[in-house]
């Protein structure tokens, strides 16, 4: 099984629609949890950390299960500008670690 | 706000040949890290140091790469003998906790 799993996409969803990730870990000591997006040929950039109660940056929300080990991104009233791979990011421990990247999910967002 | 800076941006060599790509992470990080993406591929994991010292590595980081802080601020990656399959992005990251902060990257391509 994969360190951290997700659904590779493309999604293709127009503007204004809400749009869901999910992101699976087989570490059950991971302690750490991100998403990150990754423009075309750039560096990933952090979107937001995942804490274990969930947490809601304008219109995105993430969302931690740690009895599933389950990571979830939920994007509401996505815009042109959203359009990124999104990458999952899970750390075994605090830091100075191995911190494991998904391999991303594309989002396409139509006019 | 404080960045990881990294250079060059491209770096075209030989096979066979060493290559040492440059970070400088932001001044008052303690944690670092270097990781590659293939084009087309998923964010890999190489290399974390910590404390002058290495603290984790993936079975990628082979005896063909090192890393080194030679100073207070430079941290190095160095392939000994480039091969074409190192053709890649690397990306360093830094951070004091957690999340990690990365650099635009050094686009390596062994011909």
């Known amino acids: 099984r994969k360190e951290v799993e997700q659904d590779p996409g493309p999604f293709n969803v127009p503007e204004g629609a809400t749009v869901a990730f999910n992101c699976t870990y087989s570490?059950?000591?991971?302690?750490?949890f991100f998403w990150y997006r990754q423009d075309c040929r750039k560096e990933p950039k952090l979107l937001m950390s995942?804490?274990?109660s969930g947490n809601e940056d304008g219109r995105f929300t993430a969302q931690l299960n740690r009895a599933s080990q389950y990571i979830s991104l939920l994007i509401r009233d996505s815009k042109l500008s959203d359009s990124a791979t999104y990458l999952c990011?899970?750390?075994?421990?605090?830091?100075?670690?191995?911190?494991?990247f998904g391999s991303g999910t594309r989002l396409s967002i139509r006019p | 706000e404080p960045e990881v800076t990294q250079t060059p941006s491209h770096q075209v060599t030989q096979m066979g040949q060493e290559v040492i790509l440059r970070c400088v992470p932001i001044?008052?990080?303690?944690?670092f890290y270097w990781y590659r993406q293939i084009l087309g591929q998923k964010v890999e994991f190489l290399v974390s140091?910590?404390?002058?010292?290495?603290?984790?590595k993936s079975e990628i980081f082979d005896d063909q790469f090192s890393v080194e802080r030679p100073d207070g601020s430079n941290f190095t990656l160095k392939i000994r003998s480039t091969k074409l399959e190192d053709s890649a992005m690397y990306f360093c990251?830094?951070?004091?906790?957690?999340?990690?902060?990365f650099g635009n990257g050094t686009r390596l391509t062994v011909t």
């Open positions: 140091f910590y404390n002058n010292e290495i603290s984790e």
């Open positions: 990251a830094s951070s004091s906790n957690s999340p990690l902060h």
């Open positions: 990011v899970v750390s075994s421990y605090s830091s100075a670690s191995k911190i494991i």
């Open positions: 995942v804490y274990s």
């Open positions: 570490n059950s000591a991971s302690q750490s």
């Open positions: 001044s008052n990080h303690l944690y």
